[in-house]
């Protein structure tokens, strides 16, 4: 007997204009799933045993007007408003682009939203991957963010993927390392690290 092919199906379904925008969405989930697993989670992969779907910390948006998004999101969930802060200077933050030291000094706001916070950044006029993502993008999502155990082996990882360092700061009892990943996920990933 032989089966019908779901994905055939799904195509001519879609032909016919009568697939339902969440089937549509659950396939492109499926997609991203797909690749995630390819690329992280196989045994071998960066994330074995370092990061699972309970080490998920941070979605981090990219804004133009930091004052302006703290009020409406304060206002849309019904929350206090976080306070805003500058990313400290480069000799304490030893904040990196691309490799190169930069003395940017974006203003930040967090939200606590449950296990995982909701991070707004205003880039300045210095280098950095929240003004790259600006000037190219526009406001957004710029990163997704995971705790990672072994820094060390992550990254190297990541290189050999062809994934390379986009950003790198330090904060008090850690550190966080955007990586270029939307080549491959379609999206930003931000590696934070606290050693124990």
Known sequence: MV???????TKNQMKGGDVEP???QQMRQFKLQRIFEQHFVKEGG??????DSGTICQVAIVVKDLDKAVKYYS???????????????????KTQYRGVPT??????AVFKMGNIVLELTEPDSEPSSWKEFLD???EGVHHIGFMIDDRDAVMDKL??????VR???????????VVDSEKQLGILLNLKHEPK
Do not use: C, M, W
């Open 3 to 9: 089966r019908p092919d779901p994905a055939q199906s």
């Open 159 to 164: 290189a050999k993927l062809g994934i390379p």
């Open 103 to 108: 003395a940017t000094r974006a203003r930040l």
């Open 167 to 177: 950003h790198y700061g330090e904060y008090t009892g850690g550190s966080y390392t």
């Open 22 to 24: 969440s089937a549509v």
């Open 46 to 51: 960066v994330f074995v045993d370092k990061v």
């Open 136 to 138: 190219t993008h526009g």
């Open 75 to 93: 206002e849309i969930f019904n929350v206090e408003p976080p306070n805003i802060f500058s990313i400290p200077p480069q000799e304490e933050a």
